[in-house]
C-alpha cells in the first residue's frame, strides 16, 4: 500500500513531474495540483538519500472522482487519511500525517526519515511542541515557529430599517452558505481589523459608507485546523439609495439580500448565526463588544 507517487528525473520541477504522471496514469487534470505539503529526508543508505515531497491535489467532486482511470495493474481505494496511515509504513505514515497537520494549517511540514523536526511549522503534536518549547526557552525563531497560528478576520454587519441584515452568496462551489461580507486582515501590509472591513465595504459591495462601532470579537477554535478570530463591526443602516449602489464583485459573490432573522436560518449555518444573532442584540441595545467563542456570548 502506498501514495500515488512518481520518482522525479530532474529535467523538470517535482510538483510538474507528478502532475503529469497523475495525468497520464490516472486522468487527473494538473489544474488539481495545490501546493507543497511537506519535504521528508529519508537516508536509504551510507551514500544515498531520497528526498520526498507531498502536494497536495484537489479537492477533487464526485464526477471528478469517478472519472479517475486506474491502471490494469493498479488497485486503490479511498480512505480517511488516519486510516491510510494505518495501512502505510512507518516513514510513509509518518509524512501523510504530517502533510495533513499542514493541509490543516497552511503551512509546510519538515521531516527527517518521517520524524518531525525542531523548526517544523506543522505537525507537531500540542504536548511535544509545549515541551520542545520549555526546553529551548531563549530561541526565539523556533518558538515562533511552533507556536499555533490564527487566522484573523473581519466582518461587517449592514442593517437596513426593517432591522435585516445584509448576506452574500459567496462565488466558491465548495461553500454555499450565504454569508456576511468579511474578510481575512491583511495584516502583514500593516493592515487592522477596521482598515480591513472598510476594505470589505469598498472591494465586495462598492459602498463608501460610514463605519460603525465593533459589535463582537469571536473566537472560533478550528482545531486541527487553524483556529480564526473574528472582528464584527457595524457598518450603517442602509437606505434604498445605498442598496441601489451595491456593485458585488462576480469573483467573490453572486447574489446579495437582505434577510431577516426568520431567513438567515435558511441560508447560513453555525456559528454564523449565533454571531449574527449576538451582533444583532448588541446594536438594538446599544452594548458591546460582545467577547463570544465560536458565537457564544462568553459568562
Given at each position: 500500500m502506498s501514495l500515488p507517487q512518481v520518482q522525479a528525473t530532474g529535467a523538470h520541477?517535482?510538483?510538474a513531474e507528478l502532475a503529469e504522471v497523475l495525468y497520464n496514469r490516472f486522468g487527473v487534470h494538473p489544474h488539481h495540483a495545490r501546493r507543497l505539503l511537506a519535504v521528508d529526508c529519508e537516508q536509504w543508505s551510507p551514500h544515498l538519500a531520497v528526498v520526498c515531497h507531498l502536494y497536495l491535489f484537489g479537492p477533487l467532486d464526485e464526477h471528478r472522482v469517478r472519472a479517475i482511470k486506474t491502471p490494469p495493474t493498479?488497485?486503490?481505494q479511498w480512505l480517511a487519511p488516519e486510516a491510510a496511515?494505518?495501512?502505510?509504513?512507518?516513514?510513509?505514515?509518518?509524512r501523510l500525517r504530517g502533510a495533513v497537520a499542514a493541509w490543516h494549517t497552511g503551512s509546510v511540514a519538515h521531516l527527517v526519515g518521517g520524524r518531525i523536526q525542531?523548526?517544523?511549522?506543522?505537525?507537531?503534536?500540542?504536548?511535544?511542541?509545549?515541551?520542545?518549547?520549555?526546553?529551548?526557552?531563549?530561541?526565539?525563531?523556533l518558538h515562533q515557529a511552533h507556536r499555533p497560528k490564527v487566522l484573523a478576520e473581519a466582518n461587517v454587519l449592514l442593517t437596513d430599517p426593517a432591522g435585516r441584515a445584509l448576506l452574500l452568496h459567496?462565488?466558491?462551489?465548495?461553500d454555499q452558505e450565504w454569508c456576511l461580507p468579511g474578510s481575512g486582515i491583511?495584516?502583514?501590509?500593516?493592515?487592522?481589523?477596521?482598515?480591513?472591513?472598510?476594505?470589505?465595504l469598498r472591494d465586495q459591495l462598492s459602498l463608501d459608507v460610514p463605519l460603525g462601532r465593533l459589535l463582537a470579537v469571536d473566537w472560533v477554535n478550528g482545531a486541527p485546523r487553524l483556529s480564526r478570530i473574528i472582528y464584527t463591526f457595524h457598518g450603517t443602516a442602509l437606505g434604498?439609495?445605498?442598496?441601489?449602489?451595491?456593485?458585488?464583485?462576480?469573483?467573490?459573490?453572486?447574489?446579495?439580500?437582505?434577510?431577516?432573522?426568520?431567513?438567515?436560518k435558511n441560508l447560513a449555518r453555525e456559528p454564523l448565526l449565533r454571531r449574527l444573532d449576538a451582533c444583532l442584540t448588541a446594536l438594538w441595545n446599544n452594548t458591546g463588544p460582545v467577547e463570544l467563542r465560536s458565537g457564544i456570548p462568553c459568562s
Open positions: 520541477a517535482p510538483e493498479v488497485s486503490g496511515a494505518l495501512l502505510l509504513p512507518a516513514p510513509a505514515a509518518s525542531p523548526g517544523s511549522p506543522a505537525a507537531f503534536p500540542p504536548g511535544q511542541r509545549a515541551e520542545l518549547e520549555q526546553s529551548l526557552p531563549n530561541d526565539s525563531d459567496p462565488t466558491s462551489a465548495r491583511d495584516s502583514d501590509a500593516g493592515e487592522g481589523p477596521r482598515e480591513a472591513a472598510r476594505r470589505v434604498e439609495h445605498d442598496l441601489a449602489r451595491i456593485r458585488l464583485n462576480p469573483r467573490q459573490h453572486t447574489q446579495w439580500r437582505m434577510a431577516s432573522g426568520d431567513d438567515s
